[in-house]
């Protein structure tokens, strides 16, 4: 009961402690700068300790720019908490801004700051100790290379690894093993050598004969067909002497009838062994290697000199075997290197898809301007402030004489590229009287600058727009058929034309794409996020 009767108490206490409203108030250092300066903004808000505040982030506070936004002080007092946030603030252009008023959001609920007048004041110009010049001409940067450089250093070090990785496991002089070493010797040597060995065996201590006598008639066949040329593996007892007493009488193997005897006596007892299970004393078997080293031995003696051409034909043979291993490397490594490049690209595509990797491959325009340096600027009076792939260019325009009575100035700034059919343009109209924008003739004339250059079937839609800072205008859009630039092809399109202004002065920006340019369209979207414009002269 008393335990009841403390947490009765204890939520009461906290429901009355978080009746008490919270308090908010904000306070600015100047109402007076001059073009650049920095006035700090501090709001300050008085609230349980329990409760969440939420201060304004980004660029609320437009028309002012956010310079920065300092750390939150906390301070506590009497069971509740004093926060203060200092914003500092600053405008490039002279004139009267409105700060707008702050939502504080506490326990998601919102409280308004009170909205205050700013005066920007020009920075004076002395025109007589000074003189003034004209704007000067636009001047053409050189691209940095830095990212070339970049990338290049990359794929070089990918081709030196590759190129590593290919040379250590294709044409490197590997260390020759032992077999491979005994195999390179002349069929002479690699017969005596495998004599040796078999003399040093165990077979005949381990009762195996017949292991023992089928290698060592496979030695001397194998020596007779690659040294004698005379098919010895394939050949039974009597075929294979046959064919050297052939040999013998036709003048190429000069061998007496006593060692081909023997010959042809070891070679009926290594068959009966082998077929007959039968077995010899270990001492005869012994004296058959022996007397197969010495008939290997007399044979080769017996083996007439080869000729002059023989010789260059068996060098050719070396040569032509030689050129097919370097030509196998090759095949081999090119393999490798297609291998490894089609598991690069199927990987990537798997990742992102196959359309971005082609795109990243043949370097679609689009893609490049999407995935380059964005650059975030100001255009034109009053100022239109956007992100955009490329930098707006001035442009050349004129008043036309019939509208010069209500136009005061007209500043047209534009990035158009010609491989993508990618178009941005923003337009800052000032008038000569302080009288509404007619956007309905505007948006008019530029649908008729379309048909005039070549466009057809144009569909048009319009929609409020709104932008980031709540600013809100008319947003004109649709689509197609418009000409390619230097042919006479029409091809399927898409345009959205933004309208703002007020008073005395016009804001327009126009964007054209292809229809089915998905990047194009990731670009209009990004562009549109970050669009800003003034809501007063």
Known sequence: MRCFFLWFVFVFSLSGFSQTDPKVGSEIDTTSIKIGEQIRFTVTVEADTMAQVIFPEGQTFSPLETVEAFETDTTKKNNRFTLQKTYALTQFDSGSYKLPAQRIEINGKGYFTDSLRIEVATVPVDTVAQKMYDIKELMVVEKSNARFWKILIIVLLILVVLGGLVYWFIFRKKPLTEAEKEALLPPYDRALLELKRLENSKYLIQDEYKQYYSELTNIV????????????????????????????????????????????????????????????????AEQDRKSIEQIVIKTHDALPEPTEEELMEQAEYQEELARRAYRKKWILAGGMALGALLIFMASLSAFYGPKYVWDTVTRHPSKRLLEGEWISSSYGYPPINLEAPKVLVRQKTKIPPEAKDKVKELQTFAYRDEDALFTIAATSTSFTQPAEPEFEKTIEQLIKNFERNGAKNIITKQEEFTTISGVKGIKTYGSGKFKVPESKDLVKGEYVILSFGGKGFQQQILLTWLDDDTYAQEIVDRVLKTLEVKTEV
């Open 221 to 284: 066949r194998s020596y007779l067909e690659e040294d004698v040329h005379v098919t010895a593996l394939e050949s039974t007892t009597d075929e294979l002497i046959t064919k050297l007493e052939m040999l013998r009488d036709a003048g190429e193997l000069k061998i007496d009838n006593d060692t081909l005897g023997h010959f042809k006596k070891i070679l009926q007892t290594a068959d009966l062994v082998k077929f007959a299970r039968s077995k010899p004393p270990t001492s005869v």
